[in-house]
Structure formats: C-alpha cells, structure tokens
C-alpha cells in the first residue's frame, strides 16, 4: 500500500524520463533523483500518520488516550458474553438459547469479509505493537 498521495505523479515523472532523456547515464541520474523524492514524500506521509497516533496517545484527555485499547475493551466484554455467559445463561433457557444462537450467526454473517480481516489486522498489530513496547520498557 502507497501512503503517498503524489505516487501518480511520480508513475508520470518516470514515463516522462524514459521518452524526454535518451542519454542512459543521465536517464539513470534522472530515475534516481526521482526515487529519492519518491521516498522522502512517503517517509513524510509515514511521519504525518505516525505523529497523529502519537499525539492522541499521549494526550491528557483521557477519552482520546485511551480510544483505541476501549474499542478493543468492548470485543473482548462481547466475546466473553458469546462464548462464556451465554453457554451458562443457556444452561436454564435452551429454547430461547437456540434462537438467541441463531440470531447470533445470521449477525457474524451480515459482516463482510474485508471487515472482519481489516478488525485482526488492527487487532494482531495493536497487540504485536503493545508487546513490543512492554519488552522493550518504553511504556508510561
């Protein structure tokens, strides 16, 4: 995935070089310098995201701080509903269990695919991210 907005325009400085340099050692200077600029704009787009997240960690608020460890808070209260409160609730109701189960699925069904691999991405990389910091000793 390109973070770069201007990716487009450096395709057409490419194109723009093959057909405006016929000398091959200044088309490849020419390439070169095009690179550089290339991956300097994606290290700046790569910062720019870099120091939002940042800064809404290290807020004073506790609200933006702490939105994203919530977000995953509220999966984890849902899982232990579904896969432990529920099996026990349905213990002493089972008929109602059996449609609550089945409204359940036709639920998990109704959420795309893309959505539920784009959910463990950000999962497995706030985890991984986490365990990271801990290890090192760079968390507050």
Do not use: C, H
């Not at 690179?35 to 939002?52: C, H, N, P, R």
């Not at 998990?108 to 801990?134: D, H, N, Q, V």
């Amino acid at each position: 995935m390109n973070l770069n907005p201007l990716a487009p325009i450096f395709s057409i400085g490419e194109k723009l070089i093959d057909k405006l340099i016929p000398d091959p050692e200044a088309k490849a200077k020419a390439t070169q310098e095009l690179l550089v600029l290339q991956q300097q704009g994606e290290l700046k787009a790569l910062e720019i995201s870099m120091s939002a997240i940042l800064a809404e960690a290290q807020s004073p608020d506790p609200w933006t701080s702490r939105a994203r460890p919530s977000f995953m808070y509220v999966f984890y209260f849902v899982l232990i509903l579904l896969v432990i409160v529920a099996p026990f609730v349905g213990i002493f109701f089972p008929e109602q269990m059996a449609q609550f189960y089945i409204n359940v699925n036709a639920g998990f069904k109704a959420i795309p695919e893309t959505l539920w691999w784009t959910f463990t991405s950000g999962f497995l990389g706030y985890a991984g991210a986490r365990t990271y910091e801990k290890t090192k000793g760079v968390t507050k």
